[in-house]
């Protein structure tokens, strides 16, 4: 009787223990799930913290179960030895064994799914390891293939903008990574792909070639695939993908169980994956705001402008390197200190008051540019080279929704704007009346090519003289001597600037022309030389229309030699930029021995333009000033 009690003890209890098991791990896999899935990312919650307590105590209790389950076998054993010890009999001896097989079975049931719980405890553990998204792609692939044993596995996610689905990753079951080139053709059923992110159904074939349900998927028979598995990738009901297995050489390989597996798996690598993609995104937000700043930066650190900017209290929060040169402040000086305190010693240039007036009436100029102000010859401390010209622009920082968050200052720095500007009105003072348009406009470009300061170089030197002005002084009206005097030189000028010659003097009756300064010029001695040409030609055609005018001639020389040329003249007044030395007094020399527009060429001259004109036999001429005489020829024209 004792006997059967225990047994029937023995019975109840274990009846309780398989109640109490079911339970336990049902609850167990609920806080899995929760814990290690849907809130893996939150463990600094402390309800989630609480939830991780709970199913530590769950598989703990898990674990006494299993112990427990032991024991109560080492039991039954010894019950079953003691009774036959006795001589029980054999209906209840074949008791014990069924219950001790039905227990054993329970046991190792349970134990099964202890282990296959464990695993996807470790797997979850595994994939929130990582946040980099391939590297959790890659650890999603191999641990889901090693999980169900599968040949090769290949996952897929819905492309966040166009909706299409991308092959994101492929491996085999050696862990390799399978090629992009093999894998974007690879011999799997896309349309069970297709169908099970659209319905959220996860798919398993035990024989894919015998499922009826499979037919319409041609690639299924196409391929030969034996078995396959699909479960879609599920993130707060929103499907971002699919995870596909499958295997061309074993059938049976999946059951319903693998897939239940397969869809817990997914569960949490769905969240690793969107977990790590949210990251990946969140990286280029703060990596592109770094290059929009870096690029920002580079802007302010290359504009040539200075550019400053205060908040709506003062401070200064950008101060760029120009800035600082124009204003010789060290940006570091600047940065963070209020602005009355960062100009102080700038406060004369205007500055202060500036910004002052930006925030005290930032109302007033809520959609545009406050009035710029202009400061002319002032002085920067500690700026050498002074003074200097600012236009200053000050303009209201605004929010996106309109509020004033503060004011810019642009400081443009027009110092060698005016320079270059005086520098070119005194050069266009200087020449403009003597010299070409065109050699001015160089003049102008090429600042740095003009020698106001005077210099030593070789030039020609024209000298056109008219013949027998003091008769005509004498024969006409001074008014009529004028008048007729311009309109000759207005026809000389026009044959010399057409040279480019520039024209230093008009003394009276005569004009004196150099080449070759104030900008160097190849071939200045045969510039020189076709300008007193034209200068002859131009004379007689004009006199050939109009013959009712008083025929004049004149008397050209032309020599070449060094001399300095440079300004002459007072700071205070005009200057004038001409030549001296003694091939200018030798060039005036000749034109006074010639007549009848008769041009004279000094040797120096004639050495240097021989190839290319026409000149009659040379000869000697003494001329004042002059201890030898001078080798001399008259041009008769162009070869």
């Known amino acids: 009787m004792t006997q059967a009690l225990d047994m029937s003890n023995i019975h109840e209890i274990s009846e309780s223990l398989m109640r109490i098991s079911r339970l336990l791990h049902e609850h167990t896999h609920k806080l899995e799930v929760a814990v290690e899935g849907t809130y893996a990312g939150q463990t600094g919650d402390p309800r989630v913290s609480l939830l991780m307590d709970a199913l530590l105590v769950a598989r703990k209790a898990d ?11 080492r039991l039954t054993t010894q019950q079953l030895s003691t009774s036959s010890g006795k001589g029980n009999t054999a209906a209840t001896r074949a008791v014990f064994e069924r219950e001790r097989a039905e227990l054993q079975s329970n046991i190792t049931f349970l134990k099964k799914q202890r282990d296959e719980q464990g695993i996807l405890a470790d797997i979850a553990r595994t994939l929130n390891s990582t946040l980099e998204f391939d590297e959790v792609l890659r650890l999603v692939m191999d641990r889901v293939i090693e999980f169900v044993s599968a040949e090769r596995g290949f996952l897929m996610l819905v492309d966040q903008q166009t909706q299409d689905l991308e092959f994101k990753i492929a491996r085999d079951k050696q862990a390799r990574t399978i090629p992009e080139s093999e894998f974007m053709t690879a011999g799997i059923s896309r349309g069970v792909v297709k169908r099970t992110i659209t319905t959220l159904e996860p798919l398993v074939s035990d024989d894919a070639k015998l499922d009826a349900s499979l037919n319409g998927h041609e690639s299924i028979m196409t391929f030969g695939i034996r078995s396959m598995m699909c479960a879609p990738l599920v993130v707060r009901d929103h499907c971002i993908g699919a995870v596909y297995v499958d295997s061309r050489i074993n059938a049976n390989l999946f059951s319903q169980q693998h897939l239940d597996l397969l869809v817990a798996f997914c569960n949490q690598a769905a969240i690793a994956i969107d977990n790590a993609r949210l990251f990946a995104d969140l990286n280029r937000a703060i990596q592109q705001v770094q290059d929009d700043k870096q ?28 800035a600082g040169l124009i204003l010789q402040i060290n940006n570091s000086q600047a940065i963070g200190r209020h602005y ?21 009436h930032a109302e007033l100029h809520a959609h545009g540019t406050f009035v710029p102000s202009s400061v002319d010859n002032c002085i920067i401390p500690n700026r050498l080279n002074g003074p200097f010209s600012l236009n200053l622009y000050v ?33 266009r003072g200087i020449f403009e009346r003597y010299v070409h348009p065109n050699v001015v406009k160089q003049l102008i470009r090429d600042k740095n090519a003009l020698n106001l300061g005077g210099e030593t170089k070789e030039i020609s030197v024209l000298f ?35 040279e480019e010659g520039t024209i230093t003097a008009f003394l009276g009756d005569a004009v004196m022309a150099i080449f070759n300064a104030p900008l160097p010029q190849e071939q200045h001695a045969l510039r020189a030389v076709r300008a007193a040409w034209k200068m002859r030609m131009a004379v007689q055609g004009y006199q050939q229309t109009h013959p009712q005018e008083r025929f004049i001639s004149f008397g050209i020389g032309v020599n070449t030699g060094l001399a300095t040329v440079g300004n002459i003249g007072s700071q205070e007044r005009m200057q004038n930029y001409t030549a001296i030395g003694d091939v200018v007094n030798v060039a005036s020399r000749l034109q006074n021995n010639v007549s009848d527009n008769d041009i004279l060429l000094n040797d120096t001259t004639y050495q240097q333009v021989y190839p290319y004109v026409r000149t009659g036999q040379p000869f000697q001429l003494s001329v004042k000033n002059k201890a030898t005489p001078l080798t001399v020829r008259y041009l008769l024209g162009p070869l």
Request: with cysteine.
């Open 295 to 322: 690029y920002m930066d580079n802007i302010f650190a290359s504009i040539a402008n200075g550019v400053v900017t205060i908040d709506s209290r003062g401070y200064v929060t950008t101060f760029n390197a120009s």
């Open 464 to 498: 056109a003289d008219i013949r027998g002005f003091t008769r005509l002084s004498e024969s006409m009206p001074p008014e009529a001597v004028m008048d007729m005097i311009n309109r000759y030189m207005r026809i000389m000028c026009e044959a010399i600037w057409e």
């Open 395 to 427: 303009s209201s920082l605004r929010d996106t929704q309109g509020a004033h968050i503060g004011a810019a200052l642009v400081i443009d720095d027009r110092t060698e704007i005016k320079r270059s500007e005086a520098e070119t009105k005194k050069i």
């Open 63 to 73: 674990l006494e179960l299993g112990r427990n389950s032991q024991a109560l076998k």
């Open 340 to 360: 009355t305190e960062a100009f102080a010693s700038h406060a004369h240039i205007g500055v202060v008051d500036l910004l002052r007036n930006a925030l005290e």
